[in-house]
């Protein structure tokens, strides 16, 4: 069999099948010029998902009529002043984008630099390269693609449908505008209808990026997002991270940056996922767009043919500034939690225009009054201070009584269904002081109206009104109300001692009067006493008691009272499932998720008001109090001015 070379037109088809996959990859390479040629305004128009016509207008540099012919030649390039592949300072300078797409095309480029008299326009043809021709321009260049993958008819009937290919073809753009916000971004599909519209952001950079962000990842991004600024050894990371109760089934998302450059990174991913393993469940991921500035010797970003990928050459070193930095942001958040909860509160509580209410059920459960709510003349105010309610002649029997009820004196926890159960204060007590002003009401005080309750607005989440079901917490604020999860509350704080305990040198031990003998199956038996070491740092003592059985000696002293069989079973599915992928400490915070989950103030516990209040404090004095260990938010908080708005006040 005889060797020969192939023929430029081939060899140009065979880049583009490497460089060009389909239409959404061609208007990346080309958008990529335009940035780097320092565009400050780029529209796009495709039509047919990109595969009739791509025209890409900016207003950089330009080209001379020389440098059009030189650009659509193979290996060309203005991007690399030397000739070493690691000192890439710009997004691309690969030399086969223009002649590939022109290979598989009818490519023409029309350019004009600043300060020239005239534009010149360049065709390619099928790889049939033309002359530069004089051409009517303002200052930049216009790309128009026609007819993409005409001369591969097998290319063509792979590509999606025309929605699908438009759509990647936006979001590929969506993410280098997120980059750039400096960069006005305009993309149409041709008749009439703009896809997408971008004004340049103004201000500093770093609130000119999450005003881009918002523009593109939503409203609720914008308003619960937390900024990222961190910087070791000349690499520096900055940008926006969602709150952890601001999250999505998909890492859709998340989206990471090197350089200015959109990558799909396994270090940076795994990075984010172990700097959000307190706060989410493993299926659930936050919201995000993190940009890290590093040398370009420090990168390689020619691992992937369309460069999505990058390889660092000190990855601890990278991995460890994400995950400190992103921890540092979200402890600096304290208790804040997301606006999202309360806004899918109030929707939920919203009624149908039916009349109905989502959620809520049509047999004995609430349903609104045909007549609308209107306030008192006179009598007694609300919670607080606030207007009364007074409802039309419809109300629903019974409604009255159980009001009087309502505002009836608040059991303490030493009442019916408390017997033996310790008072909250003294558990609560080690987490921090809490700071409970001398004009806070006893114990005895009325729920509502006292004359001795603590001012609402002394604290970030209010004072305690009530306790529901005995399980949520209600309270006022000034702007509002905020309910509280009680267990889920009391496991973050219980989670947060023990792994402040864990840095301290261990977690305090209680041993048991009487051991307890649990039995499991051998494999799980034998999973948590090969832990055995790592569960005594956590103040849980195991030995084993013959084939399947655990001896529990002695068990965390913060945890209290609880159940002991139920935790070691809970313990052994955990580990089975975390296997030998995590490194110890993040075992060890998992495990201790595990645990405060049994030691927490469980739902069904009547809590007294001074209980309710010492829990608020704590939550208030405890970073990441705004959501649990599972990913769930903690409080509601519902803003007066959208209650009134739910009752058709305003």
Known sequence: MTIRLLPDTLVNRIAAGEVIERPAAAVKELVENALDAGATRIDVVVRDGGKTLISITDDGCGMTPDELTLAVERHATSKLPGDDLLDIRSLGFRGEALPSIGAVSHLTITSRPRGADSAWSLTVDAGAKGTPQPAALAHGTRIEVRDLFAAVPARLKFLKAPRTEYDHI??????????????????SDGGGRSGLRLSAAQGELLDARLTRLGALMGRDFQDNAVPVEAMREAVTLFGWIGLPTLHRPTARHQHLFVNGRPVRDKLMVGAVRAAYADFLPRDRHPLLALFLEIDPQEVDVNVHPAKAEVRFRDQGLVRGLIVGALKRALADAGHRASTTVGLATLGALRPHSDGGSPGASTDGGFAPSPLPYGRSGGGNSGWGGQP?????????????????????????????????????????????????????????????????????????????????????????????????????????????????????????????????????????????????????????????????????????????????????????????????????????????????????????????????????????ATPHSGQCNHGRPTYVELKLADIERLFGRR
Not at 172 to 179: P, S, T, V
Not at 419 to 440: D, H, M, N, T, V
Not at 472 to 501: C, F
Not at 556 to 572: F, H, M, R, T, Y
Request: hydrophobic residues 40%; negative net charge; contains cysteine.
């Open 170 to 187: 936006a979001d590929g753009i969506e993410r280098l505008a997120m980059a750039h916000p400096g960069v006005a971004f305009t993309l």
């Open 388 to 620: 009364s309610w007074s409802a039309g002649p419809t109300v629903t029997p019974g409604l009255a009584e159980r009001a009087t009820a309502f505002q009836a004196p608040y059991p303490t926890h030493s009442g019916a269904g408390n017997a033996g159960l310790p008072p909250l204060q003294g558990r609560l007590s080690g987490f921090a002081p809490a700071a409970r002003p001398p004009e806070y009401a006893p114990a005895s005080a009325q729920v509502h109206g006292g004359q001795d309750a603590p001012p609402p607005d002394s604290h970030p989440l209010g004072a305690a009104r009530a306790q529901l079901h005995n399980t949520y917490i209600v309270s006022q604020t000034r702007e509002g109300i905020i309910v509280v999860d009680q267990h889920a509350a009391h496991e973050r704080l219980v989670y947060e001692r023990m792994k402040s305990a864990l840095l301290d040198g261990g977690v305090k031990r209680q041993a048991l009067l009487i051991p307890d003998l649990v039995e499991l199956d051998e494999p799980s038996a034998d999973r948590l006493l090969t832990r055995a070491a790592e569960l005594a740092e956590l103040g849980l003592v195991v030995e084993g008691f013959g084939p399947g059985c655990v001896l529990v000696r002695e068990v965390p002293a913060l945890l209290g009272q609880s159940d002991v069989k139920g935790l070691i079973a809970d313990l052994a599915e955990e580990l089975a499932e975390l296997g030998d992928t995590l490194s110890l400490k993040e075992r060890l915070e998992a495990v201790c998720g595990t645990m405060a989950c049994h030691g927490s103030v469980r739902a069904g516990r009547a809590l007294n008001i001074d209980e309710m209040n010492a829990l608020l404090r704590q939550m208030e």
